[in-house]
Nanobody, 125 residues
């Protein structure tokens, strides 16, 4: 049974930091690209960051470049380090997995087969 379980969300003041984690199980982690997506109330879900199967390549949405860092390790975990948080970063954050061959296009959800249930991030001004 495939599971993606996010954690690490919470409430923080603007300028603060959070580190999201996503624990993956039930599939071969190393054969999937991974991504973080987010959805704010009343808005469409958008891509935040993606990472290649081995972790060597990352892509970021323009809105988070220089502030967020995506990474993965060999314990089947995906991370999103979020620094200099802004109120507009408030959203439900989801991790997702796309089997190879996979695209790292942050602007597309195409190919993402598995999704987590999300973790809430709230940034106050």
């Amino acid at each position: 049974q495939v599971q993606l379980v996010e954690s690490g969300g919470g409430s923080v003041q603007a300028g603060g930091s959070l580190r999201l984690s996503c624990a993956a199980s039930g599939y071969t982690f190393g054969r999937y690209c991974m991504g973080w997506f987010r959805q704010a109330p009343g808005k469409e879900r958008e891509g935040v960051a993606t990472i290649s199967t081995g972790g060597a390549t990352q892509r970021y949405a323009d809105s988070v470049k220089g502030r967020f860092t995506i990474s993965r390790d060999n314990t089947n975990r995906l991370y999103l380090q979020m620094n200099s948080l802004k109120p507009e970063d408030s959203a439900m954050y989801y991790c997702a997995a796309a089997p190879i061959p996979c695209s790292l296009n942050v602007g597309s959800e195409s190919g993402y087969k598995y999704w987590g249930q999300g973790t809430q991030v709230t940034v106050s001004s």
